[in-house]
């Protein structure tokens, strides 16, 4: 079954700075890729996704790029803010079926120091 | 809109015991969706509904644990004889009518379950 890797398992920046988190994931027909942000105690957050047929996709300080050939993707944060501090999750819709099954990376702890 | 609830937010049970998990998806959402997250790791796909059937099962653990929608709307989790590994933040989400390719998913906050 689909296997998603996510990495660093924690990211400590400044405010300001940038802030890229990275998943790879193992089957090459997954075909849709959702980011999701949760703070503690929270319930998980959609803020982007993007899906097969797209490389990139770009919401204010928030993108996401995807490369089908070698099977990863990332999310990119600019301009970094406090509030950006949480736990971020990519995840992967895995086939077969077309369900939408997500499966989901270890996730990233990320601070942002102010 | 009003987003998907989950009730109870909080339940402890003594090991052995039953318990049912409540889930009220997004009005007009057909896909729902069971997860479960243990403490520092990512939700884990339990079971999937598409309408009033449960269009994959595949991540349940074991016979204990059962899921229905009637009336594909409310979906109750159900878990036999309950067992301290079962304890965890049970996620529900809700995806409206699927478009091939597109699954946005919107999560509830989670019944946290403590089997003691």
């Known amino acids: 079954g689909e296997n998603v890797e996510q990495h660093p398992s924690t990211l400590s920046v400044q405010e300001g700075d940038s802030a890229v988190i990275k998943c790879t994931y193992s089957d090459s027909a997954s075909n849709y890729f959702p980011w999701y942000k949760q703070e503690l105690g929270k319930r998980p957050q959609l803020i982007i996704d993007i899906r097969s047929n797209v490389g990139e996709k770009k919401d204010q300080r928030i993108a996401v790029t995807l490369n089908k050939t070698a099977k990863h993707f990332s999310l990119h944060i600019t301009e970094t803010q406090p509030e950006d501090s949480a736990v971020y999750f990519c995840?992967?819709?895995?086939?077969?079926?077309?369900?939408?099954?997500?499966?989901f990376g270890q996730g990233t702890t990320l601070q942002v120091k102010p | 809109g009003a987003g998907v609830s989950q009730t109870p937010s909080n339940k402890v049970t003594e090991k052995g015991k039953y318990v049912e998990l409540r889930c009220d998806p997004i009005?007009?959402?057909?896909?729902l969706y069971w997860y479960r997250q243990s403490l520092g790791q990512g939700p884990e796909f339990l079971i999937y509904f598409q309408g009033t059937g449960a269009a994959d099962d595949s991540g349940l653990p074991n016979d204990r644990f059962f899921a229905v929608r009637p009336e594909g709307s409310v979906s109750t989790l159900k878990i036999q004889r309950t067992e301290r590994g079962d304890s965890a933040v049970y996620l529900c989400?809700?995806?409206?009518?699927?478009?091939?390719?597109?699954?946005?998913?919107?999560f509830g906050p989670g019944t946290r379950l403590t089997v003691t």
């Open positions: 995840a992967a819709a895995s086939p077969p079926g077309n369900t939408g099954k997500l499966i």
């Open positions: 009005s007009g959402h057909t896909a």
């Open positions: 989400a809700s995806s409206p009518l699927l478009v091939l390719g597109a699954y946005e998913q919107y």
